[in-house]
């Protein structure tokens, strides 16, 4: 008995620590959501960002002619963004929720990935973000040809502290409800991944 109760509160105290990781997209393109390859690449970046592989080493990005990226930069950044989530962040399925910042906020395309939390007060807290600009204008052009202009990582908290206001903003205005236990239990696992990430 006193094992069984002991395993319960295991369990309990598993879902209120694992089921308060989210990701928000940000999507900044008018309306666009015919995004496949647009994510596809920001997904790729994540992946980088993550230690799974280099950014040197990802034959998916297409990078502007007019980029700005320095990949030698941006492989320091990414050794701060693993080093910014707790430790069970990643130990389930984290769901995503796109938010559209429609209308456009500042003409350009763009797509950023807001790791958060949430507390036992459900106070919403950004870990961290991976904001990916896209050199095009034209959204019929992102969409079908996108050309990465700029890859910012975040991970210093002040910075981070605008995030969760703007969330909270654009879920409201979509009417965004959090999900029930059932459904955060039938949130999909994500793709596996290697089992030998990059070592910062």
Request: hydrophobic share 40%; glycine share 2%.
């Amino acid at each position: 008995m006193t094992r069984f109760f002991c395993f319960l509160l295991f369990q309990i105290a598993t879902i209120q620590v694992f089921s308060q990781s989210c990701i928000y997209a940000l999507l900044n393109s008018n309306g666009e959501h015919r995004i496949m390859l647009m994510s596809m690449q920001v997904d790729d970046v994540i992946y980088a960002a993550r230690g799974f592989k280099t950014f040197k080493a990802s034959r998916s990005l297409k990078f502007s002619e007019t980029h700005n990226v320095n990949l030698d930069s941006l492989e320091i950044a990414a050794v701060r963004f693993r080093e910014s989530f707790p430790a069970n962040y990643w130990a389930k399925p984290v769901q995503t929720i796109l938010l559209d910042t429609k209308p456009n906020e500042d003409g350009q395309i763009w797509l950023e990935s807001v790791f958060t939390e949430t507390d036992s007060r459900k106070k919403l807290k950004a870990v961290a973000a991976i904001m990916v600009r896209f050199a095009e204008t034209d959204l019929q052009q992102a969409r079908l040809n996108p050309q990465i202009q700029e890859i910012t990582i975040i991970t210093d908290p002040t910075a981070l502290k605008k995030h969760p206001a703007v969330i909270q903003r654009l879920k409201k205005i979509y009417n965004i409800q959090p999900l029930s236990k059932k459904e955060e239990m039938d949130i999909p696992p994500p793709p596996p991944l290697p089992s030998d990430p990059i070592k910062g």
